[in-house]
């Protein structure tokens, strides 16, 4: 159950269907992303593509506390949360995405972490936590594509 869900995440991570982390919807109402943030997301992107998890983990650590780096902030904090998930931390995981939320509550991104959430809950049998995850996905994050896709599992749920 665990796989499909870090499957589906690491589909939008690796840039299928997607264009990359940097995306309009995650720089919508975000100005001075410069060509250094940029190439540093596209760096720790390439660390976690290689299966490096420890040194994406201590990079993005890095960059998350160094102040060239705030503008990117949610893209770094987006990586640490998937690295995590993805080595079974789960207690790391949450933490990361209840930060992210309360930093960044308009972030595209966070419809991404609470989307997969919200599939981990349906997976795991939590029917009713899955659709309470989803519909704050469709009201919260109305215009994301995280949104539509919740939508789509929202009435699959209701119909089962």
Same mark, same amino acid.
């Given at each position: 159950?665990?796989?499909?869900?870090? &499957?589906?995440?690491?589909?939008?991570?690796?840039?299928?269907?997607?264009?990359? &982390?940097?995306?309009?919807? %995650?720089?919508?109402?975000?100005?001075?992303?410069?060509?250094?943030?940029?190439?540093?997301?596209?760096?720790?992107?390439?660390?976690?593509?290689?299966?490096?998890?420890?040194?994406?983990?201590?990079?993005?650590?890095?960059?998350?506390?160094?102040?060239?780096?705030?503008?990117?902030?949610?893209? &770094?904090?987006?990586?640490?949360?998937?690295?995590?998930?993805?080595?079974?931390?789960?207690?790391?995981?949450?933490?990361?995405?209840?930060?992210?939320? %309360?930093?960044?509550?308009?972030?595209?991104?966070?419809?991404?972490?609470?989307?997969?959430?919200?599939?981990?809950?349906?997976?795991?049998?939590?029917?009713?936590?899955?659709?309470?995850?989803?519909?704050?996905?469709?009201?919260?994050?109305?215009?994301? &594509?995280?949104?539509?896709?919740?939508?789509?599992?929202?009435?699959?749920?209701?119909?089962?």
């Amino acid at each position: 159950m665990r796989v499909k869900m870090v &499957i589906l995440v690491l589909l939008f991570w690796t840039g299928a269907g997607v264009s990359g &982390i940097l995306t309009a919807q %995650s720089e919508r109402g975000r100005s001075g992303i410069t060509l250094n943030d940029r190439k540093e997301v596209q760096r720790l992107r390439g660390l976690y593509s290689r299966g490096l998890m420890v040194e994406t983990l201590k990079e993005s650590l890095a960059d998350e506390n160094n102040e060239r780096f705030v503008r990117i902030k949610p893209e &770094i904090m987006f990586l640490e949360w998937l690295v995590n998930r993805q080595q079974d931390n789960a207690a790391e995981s949450t933490r990361i995405l209840r930060e992210f939320l %309360s930093q960044f509550p308009h972030n595209a991104l966070g419809a991404d972490m609470c989307f997969a959430d919200a599939q981990n809950l349906r997976y795991q049998g939590n029917q009713a936590a899955a659709k309470q995850e989803l519909h704050r996905i469709i009201q919260d994050y109305p215009d994301t &594509i995280a949104a539509h896709n919740a939508h789509f599992l929202y009435l699959e749920l209701s119909l089962q």
